[in-house]
């Protein structure tokens, strides 16, 4: 789910960063497009003091101080700016003031002073702000530069979710195929919303063989009377197409995708007799829960939502979208 990645983890991290690299330590002896690394001397004092604001984390202190060494009309170098951009950017983020953070930590992880080995990290803080924003084009910039340089589930689920939002399917699909495929070889079982939306993405895109498989892998990982009704009914659709519940290969493993037929007949027996008396879970109709949770405004519709169904009292999740 979404929340794996701690929005105040991030926020720490940003803080963390410029409390342990400071100005000061900063100053390496190098040239290069950040110059010489050196505050300009004629704002040094400003600037230390909007340093001091910052360790003692008084963030109101340090946009202050920070105001000052704008106003002051001595030219600026590029570490200047950047050192800027970092305080702000934090002292924002802390402030919950988040539209303002993502500008200047945007800026400072665009500058020739922003170490490169900070940078996964700081695209990981710039993804979320971005995203919680909704500002989903900027999230999927943000979290595709984070990957290329550390491939990261939680941050390719977030990414994959920004693009169903925007309705980009295509993408939604690659990279949703990929964590799945990824989780799945070691061992790990995908969320059940990820294979969800994924399976969402397939239904616009009109891809059935992926969405039967991922009913499949819904049945076989999180089995519930709504995901046991609707492959029923997949399956049963795609008949015309001699696409059947077959029966399965000797020595199989129970509950593998591939041993559908199993895992419906026990397990949706199992189910009826376990849900006896009580009414099934409802799911609001539009929203994914989990990777979209709060956020995923009127872009994203759930693949999964619908109605309910005699049968256990299952509710009737529709594999295909209208409209």
Same mark, same amino acid.
């Given at each position: 789910?979404?929340?794996?990645?701690?929005?105040?983890?991030?926020?720490?991290?940003?803080?963390?960063?410029?409390?342990?690299?400071?100005?000061? =330590? *900063? /100053?390496?002896?190098?040239?290069? @497009?950040?110059?010489?690394?050196? $505050?300009?001397? !004629?704002?040094?004092?400003?600037? =230390? *003091? /909007?340093?001091?604001?910052?360790? @003692?984390?008084?963030?109101?202190? $340090?946009?202050? !101080?920070?105001?000052?060494?704008? =106003?002051?009309?001595?030219?600026?170098?590029?570490?200047?700016?950047f050192w800027l951009n970092e305080f702000k950017g934090v002292a924002h983020t802390n402030l919950k003031k988040y539209p303002e953070a993502l500008v200047e930590l945007e800026a400072a992880v665009s500058s020739p002073c922003m170490e490169e080995a900070s940078k996964p990290n700081r695209y990981k803080v710039l993804m979320q702000l971005a995203y919680s924003q909704k500002q989903y084009p900027k999230a999927i910039e943000f979290g595709n530069h984070a990957l290329e340089s550390n491939w990261d589930a939680?941050?390719?689920?977030?990414?994959?979710?920004?693009?169903?939002?925007?309705?980009?399917?295509?993408?939604?699909?690659?990279?949703?195929?990929?964590?799945?495929?990824?989780?799945?070889?070691?061992?790990?079982?995908?969320?059940?919303?990820?294979?969800?939306?994924?399976?969402?993405?397939?239904?616009?895109?009109?891809?059935?063989?992926?969405?039967?498989?991922?009913?499949?892998?819904?049945?076989?990982?999180?089995?519930?009377?709504?995901?046991?009704?609707?492959?029923?009914?997949?399956?049963?659709?795609?008949?015309?197409?001699?696409?059947?519940?077959?029966?399965?290969?000797?020595?199989?493993?129970?509950?593998?995708?591939?041993?559908?037929?199993?895992?419906?007949?026990?397990?949706?027996?199992?189910?009826?007799?376990?849900?006896?008396?009580?009414?099934?879970?409802?799911?609001?109709?539009?929203?994914?829960?989990?990777?979209?949770?709060?956020?995923?405004?009127?872009?994203?519709?759930?693949?999964?939502?619908?109605?309910?169904?005699?049968?256990?009292?299952?509710?009737?999740?529709?594999?295909?979208?209208?409209?």
């Amino acid at each position: 789910m979404l929340n794996r990645l701690s929005f105040g983890s991030a926020i720490r991290s940003a803080t963390a960063f410029v409390v342990c690299l400071g100005i000061a =330590s *900063a /100053a390496i002896a190098q040239t290069d @497009a950040c110059g010489d690394r050196k $505050v300009t001397k !004629k704002i040094s004092k400003d600037m =230390s *003091a /909007a340093q001091e604001a910052f360790n @003692a984390k008084n963030w109101e202190e $340090v946009l202050v !101080k920070a105001a000052l060494v704008e =106003s002051n009309p001595t030219p600026r170098s590029v570490f200047d700016d950047f050192w800027l951009n970092e305080f702000k950017g934090v002292a924002h983020t802390n402030l919950k003031k988040y539209p303002e953070a993502l500008v200047e930590l945007e800026a400072a992880v665009s500058s020739p002073c922003m170490e490169e080995a900070s940078k996964p990290n700081r695209y990981k803080v710039l993804m979320q702000l971005a995203y919680s924003q909704k500002q989903y084009p900027k999230a999927i910039e943000f979290g595709n530069h984070a990957l290329e340089s550390n491939w990261d589930a939680d941050v390719a689920i977030y990414v994959g979710n920004a693009y169903y939002i925007g309705n980009d399917y295509k993408n939604t699909k690659r990279i949703l195929s990929e964590v799945v495929a990824k989780q799945e070889e070691a061992g790990k079982v995908p969320d059940e919303q990820t294979y969800r939306i994924l399976q969402g993405a397939c239904v616009n895109l009109k891809d059935d063989p992926c969405v039967t498989e991922q009913f499949e892998k819904l049945v076989a990982h999180y089995p519930k009377p709504a995901y046991w009704q609707d492959l029923t009914n997949t399956l049963l659709r795609s008949s015309s197409t001699d696409k059947q519940i077959e029966r399965p290969a000797p020595g199989r493993r129970r509950g593998h995708p591939a041993d559908i037929g199993a895992v419906l007949r026990d397990g949706a027996a199992r189910d009826c007799r376990g849900t006896a008396g009580r009414s099934p879970v409802h799911h609001r109709e539009g929203k994914p829960e989990g990777h979209l949770q709060g956020s995923a405004g009127k872009g994203a519709r759930d693949p999964t939502a619908g109605g309910s169904q005699a049968g256990c009292g299952a509710r009737q999740v529709h594999a295909r979208q209208t409209g």
